[in-house]
């Protein structure tokens, strides 16, 4: 298992943009059901968002292959001022039930 994360904060102004992009993402994610991905979008206050993907296989990432995804690290880096690149993370402890 693999997790990483993207955290990033934007203007105030684009705080729309980016959730409308967001839901573009999830609906085409729908869409295509890959299976082996959890993936969680949560705004954080005004305007900061976190990304947190975690793939059963670190070695495939079907997200690569949807371009609603491409779209949306494209425009992060434009909403954001620079690229945010996904950081790798360790989970520590999960409850689920």
Do not use: C
């Amino acid at each position: 298992m693999s997790v990483h994360i993207v955290r990033f904060t934007t203007e105030p102004e684009n705080v729309s943009a980016v959730e409308e992009a967001i839901g573009d993402l999830f609906t085409a994610i729908d869409a295509v059901k890959p299976s082996g991905i959890d993936y969680t979008a949560i705004r954080v206050g005004d305007s900061e968002f976190l990304l947190i993907l975690r793939l059963d296989d670190a070695e495939v990432n079907p997200l690569t292959a949807i371009p609603e995804a491409i779209a949306l690290r494209t425009r992060i880096a434009d909403w954001s001022g620079g690229p945010v690149p996904p950081v790798r993370s360790q989970v520590l402890g999960r409850y689920s039930r």
